[in-house]
């Protein structure tokens, strides 16, 4: 054997060796990575916020694989709180569950309250706590999807793996800098986020017909941080006093004079009372509401299609648009006005009556303090204010107070008043809140598909509306004084969505606004117990009107006093005649959003900076826009 086959031998096995030798420290290395407890916490640190983001959608029952740049945004929020609870705590451990907590309690809010009402969460639904656990029974049949099975089964994962997490930083000049960089870059990023645009480079949708699809298309946490944003209101784009001004001196006011009369004056929102029939053929088992059906408009009966801003929920927003003349639309998305907004004196129908010798009367047949009406009812200048706790007489249907009682009290309020005395009574009822499932209620009224139990007691319940409706105007048809009577419902049930769904897909375009918005108009009815003589005939044939516009199309029917604020949307309603916080529609029947660049606009513009200055330039408000002219 020559020298050179000797050292290939040699060569060969060293080679060998060197390599199994490298790899033995590899093997060494990796156990001794994955046994490190510095390693896996940092490891778990980093890809838990990617976990999270997939537990929060699975719950909500979403797509995980959204658009790359939303999957983003919801990385960049889940970040920035986890970044934030690290430098608090100095504690992977920590920081990760209380993390995952919050969000998971976050996401089993939203995943409920999109249930029981059909709309998601809002920053501002944490004031309205109070009103969800007066309800709370009725989440009892929330139902159990295999995505909140899964998203439970994760978050239980995430916390049981962080709490087996032994490593804890200690403190040293790089931590410290670390814990510095980071929460100055987390509060950089929030302050950009909610002081300049920079939420337009993510693009997030924005459906306001129908909430829950952007919640869905956008991720859970983009889409709630992106309605905080809203907390903020900025005056409308060219928005001055002096043009609010220009706008009032071009008001064009119709005095009313045909009449001496001078009606009491009864409004009652009823409670998720709605004709289902708009959507179309309900296949029932017999017509629910037989007495709304039987009235038509004559001299003495106007009613119509009311559009109105939410579904499932929110009554006070329709209180709101009601009462004051102003529209959601104007409004950031989703917020509640009687939560955020009405912090003083606020003139609204209510003092607009007072003003010409009204007494006035709030009923509500729950608890005052929901959405702060006991704050908010004064700040409007009700006289009196009665609610669950002081209305006489109540009886339940369900867990509520029913219609028929609540009405009786209306009665007995005309029953004793002065003869001198001109009544405006404002009713707010309850019987026919969600949800619809207590067993010891049977119902009577029933749809042809089985598996829409809710829905057949919610028809039932709402009949009951309808006799109580009927009973009410009994009695005023032979009471001595004129009156009037304004019922309307507040918003459609949220009840079984399949059921919606099953009508509303037998259209031709099932998402078209078109179809949409019809999940957002109840009925109203005008009825008076004495010939209106009305001459107008825009104000005798109304097919659709909007909530903004009721409270002056009301008192133009009563012949009373209108403001200049009245005036100018009853002008605005021959062009306009439905503004809701969804869009507007247009005198020829279409449909728009409300940012749309077209013929509206400046029309719109003019609108939008009406109500800003009423709303919220308190400095610079215009008063006698809003109040009867002396």
């Given at each position: ?390 209305l006489s007489n109540l009886n339940y249907l369900r867990n509520y107070p029913d219609d028929r009682s609540t009405f009786k009290n209306i009665i007995d309020l005309f029953e004793n008043k002065s003869p001198d005395d001109k009544l ?148 605005l309603r021959k062009t306009i005649p439905v503004i809701t916080g969804n869009g507007y529609i247009s005198n020829d029947n279409k449909y728009y959003n409300i940012d749309d660049d077209n013929s509206y606009k400046n029309i719109l ?17 215009i008063n006698e826009i809003f109040e009867i002219k002396k």
């Amino acid at each position: 054997m020559n020298s050179i086959e000797k050292t290939n031998q040699l060569i060969v096995p060293n080679t060998k060796i060197k390599f199994i030798a490298k790899f033995k420290k590899l093997i060494i290395f990796l156990k001794n990575l994955v046994t490190n407890k510095k390693f896996i916490s940092i490891i778990f640190f980093a890809i838990y916020p990617i976990l999270s983001y997939i537990m929060i959608e699975t719950i909500q029952g979403s797509n995980i694989l959204l658009d790359i740049k939303y999957i983003v945004l919801n990385l960049l929020f889940i970040y920035s709180l986890l970044l934030l609870l690290y430098a608090l705590t100095n504690s992977y451990k920590k920081s990760i569950i209380i993390s995952n907590i919050v969000l998971y309690i976050l996401s089993i809010a939203n995943y409920v309250v999109t249930s029981f009402r059909g709309t998601p969460i809002v920053p501002w639904d944490i004031l309205c706590i109070g009103v969800a656990l007066n309800v709370s029974s009725s989440f009892k049949n929330i139902p159990i999807t295999s995505g909140l099975i899964l998203g439970t089964s994760l978050f239980t994962l995430i916390t049981s793996l962080a709490f087996r997490l032994k490593y804890e930083s200690k403190k040293s000049y790089k931590k410290l800098a670390f814990k510095l960089i980071s929460s100055l870059m987390v509060t950089a990023f929030i302050i950009c986020f909610y002081t300049t645009n920079m939420i337009n480079a993510f693009c997030l949708s924005e459906d306001l017909w129908e909430p829950s699809k952007e919640y869905h298309s956008n991720g859970f946490i983009a889409s709630l941080f992106k309605n905080s944003k809203s907390l903020f209101v900025s005056s409308p784009e060219s928005y001055s006093p002096d043009k609010v001004q220009k706008i009032y001196n071009e008001i064009q006011t119709s005095p009313n004079t045909s009449s001496n009369i001078k009606p009491n004056i009864v409004v009652i929102i009823d409670e998720s009372f709605a004709d289902l029939n708009i959507l179309g053929d309900l296949n029932l088992s017999e017509d629910y509401l037989p007495f709304l059906h039987s009235l038509s408009n004559s001299n003495r009966v106007i009613k119509g299609n009311l559009h109105v801003s939410v579904y499932g929920g929110q009554t006070p927003n329709t209180e709101w648009e009601f009462l004051t003349g102003n529209t959601m639309a104007f409004m950031p998305p989703r917020t509640v006005p009687f939560q955020q907004y009405i912090y003083s004196s606020t003139q609204s129908l209510v003092s607009t009556l007072e003003a010409q010798g009204y007494k006035s009367s709030a009923f509500h047949s729950y608890y005052k303090t929901g959405y702060r009406r006991n704050y908010v009812y004064n700040f409007f200048g009700f006289d009196s204010f009665l609610d669950i706790d002081t209305l006489s007489n109540l009886n339940y249907l369900r867990n509520y107070p029913d219609d028929r009682s609540t009405f009786k009290n209306i009665i007995d309020l005309f029953e004793n008043k002065s003869p001198d005395d001109k009544l405006f009574s404002y009713t707010l009822t309850m019987q026919n809140h969600s949800g619809y499932d207590y067993s010891d209620y049977t119902a009577k009224i029933t749809q042809s598909n089985p598996d829409y139990a809710l829905t057949d007691q919610y028809l039932s319940v709402a009949h009951e509306s309808d006799t109580a409706l009927k009973e009410l105007l009994d009695y005023f048809e032979n009471y001595k004084e004129p009156t009037i009577v304004l019922f309307f419902g507040d918003h459609q049930p949220n009840t079984n969505s399949e059921f919606f769904d099953d009508i509303l897909n037998s259209n031709e375009d099932p998402d078209s606004k078109e179809v949409q918005e019809k999940k957002y108009i109840t009925p109203f009815v005008i009825w008076a117990n004495y010939d209106l003589n009305i001459k107008d005939d825009s104000l005798k044939n109304i097919d659709d009107i909007s909530l903004n516009y009721l409270s002056g199309v009301l008192l133009k029917i009563a012949n009373l006093k209108t403001t200049p604020y009245m005036d100018y949307l009853e002008n605005l309603r021959k062009t306009i005649p439905v503004i809701t916080g969804n869009g507007y529609i247009s005198n020829d029947n279409k449909y728009y959003n409300i940012d749309d660049d077209n013929s509206y606009k400046n029309i719109l513009d003019d609108y939008s900076f009406l109500q800003y200055n009423n709303v919220f330039d308190k400095s610079n408000k215009i008063n006698e826009i809003f109040e009867i002219k002396k």
